[in-house]
């Protein structure tokens, strides 16, 4: 038994040390720094946004114990991902895993570099899901929550799997109380946005609605029981120019239900910003359709 417990000492020890040269400090905060992953090799770093309570005098403290500016490239407040630009060449990038290789009860490791050391802390991965959205509407490929301690200053920091890859950063800013992490595909989608935009771009239409359910007469010609309810427009704003008016039910955007608020808002996301898209609607007892082009912002 004894040496099962060493085997599994030493190999939670070499992992911390393997990643741990991937992991950096960030100084971005008054109070106590936060922690970043490296994500290549050109000083990109990966952090939390909640950590960074300024854009300016940013600064990063690396393995070797030297400290080296860095820059914003971009920051998404829906999931927590900030990027930064180190003012290094030559890091040991993180090797990045995607979170499919992940089970409920596989140990994992979250680590740290709040000082000048890196630290870390044992747990199991608690919980597993497939995409959701954030209280700030953000997308997350998977939901993956952790019973690891986040010690002060560990968001930001390496979401570490047996075998020394790294399946995400851990933050405790995106759900009070809870222990998640931000997985490896949500990274790389919001890391290309944010190197081309700065940010994640998002659409709006200028519409409030509220869900009501259909007649049934409406419910069997739309081939649906709800949908959403023009109740304020936006003078001017997209859906305004598409003709919208208060009153009309929003049935479909770009052949997508909207049964839901939460249809509308994932229509809004990423790429369609800005196209034009088809639109299907009641008004005044009959289904109509036409063209809206979905904002930026």
């Not at 000492?9 to 991937?22: H, I, L, Q």
């Not at 997209?238 to 909207?258: C, F, K, R």
């Not at 839901?260 to 990423?270: N, P, R, V």
């Not at 609607?281 to 289904?287: C, I, K, T």
């Amino acid at each position: 038994m004894s040496s099962v417990f060493e085997e599994l000492s030493g190999a939670t020890a070499a992992v911390a040390e393997s990643v741990g040269r991937s992991v950096v400090r960030v100084d971005g905060r008054k109070r106590m720094p936060a922690s970043g992953v490296v994500w290549s090799t050109d000083g990109l770093i990966v952090t939390s946004h909640h950590v960074l309570e300024r854009d300016d005098a940013l600064e990063v403290g690396l393995p070797d114990g030297s400290t080296v500016a860095a820059t914003l490239v971009g920051r998404d407040p829906s999931t927590d991902v900030a990027l930064l630009r180190a003012a290094a060449d030559g890091l040991a990038a993180a090797a990045w895993v995607e979170t499919a290789t992940l089970s409920v009860g596989n140990l994992v490791l979250a680590l740290g570099r709040p000082g000048r050391s890196v630290q870390a802390t044992l747990g199991v991965v608690s919980a597993l899901g497939g995409a959701w959205r954030t209280g700030g509407g953000g997308e997350m490929d998977r939901y993956v929550q952790t019973d690891v301690v986040m010690y002060p200053g560990f968001s930001g920091g390496a979401l570490a799997v047996a075998g020394g890859g790294v399946a995400g950063i851990n933050s405790s800013g995106i759900m009070r109380g809870v222990s998640l992490a931000v997985p490896t595909g949500t990274l790389k989608r919001v890391v290309e946005s944010l190197l081309a935009h700065g940010n994640v771009p998002r659409g709006f239409v200028g519409v409030g609605v509220q869900p009501v359910r259909l007649s049934d007469a409406l419910a069997q010609g739309a081939g649906q029981e709800t949908g959403l309810m023009v109740m304020s427009i936006e003078t001017g704003g997209p859906a305004a120019q598409a003709g919208l008016v208060q009153g009309d039910v929003i049935l479909a955007v770009d052949g997508v239900a909207t049964r839901h608020l939460d249809d509308l808002q994932a229509l809004l996301q990423g790429d369609r910003a800005g196209k034009s898209v088809a639109v299907r609607y009641v008004r005044a007892g009959s289904v109509q359709q036409g063209q809206l082009v979905i904002g930026r912002k």
